[in-house]
């Protein structure tokens, strides 16, 4: 079982930013900047291109009203996405808050955020979620 797996289930704490049936959000614990968000599907597949079409699309569509609750929350130019998937064996997307090109460089250094910065963050974001129909 994957540690997203885990914090799908509720078995590892997050910051979640968004839920369904299928999929979840939550913030990324070493973002980008902030409002950098994970989301994935509740069923654990390794690869985003395992995944069934129907099931990749309304991956993708869930990602969008995540990505849409972000710029809500986080006024930006345009919300990234990235899909890398190597350092955990669990489909997942990288929503990014961006000002620039720059911000979606995984090699930059992580911001450093407390808890309760990421907690009003992630609260942030899954209220601007709630709106979303």
Known sequence: MSIFTKIAEGEIPSYKCAENDEFYAFLDINPLVKGHTLVIPRREVDYIFDMED???????????KVAIAIKSAFPCVKVGQAVLGLEVPHAHIHLVPMQSEKDMNFANPKIGLSSEEMQAIADRIYQEFLKIK
């Open 54 to 64: 129907d099931e990749l699309a309304r991956f993708e569509v869930f990602a969008k």
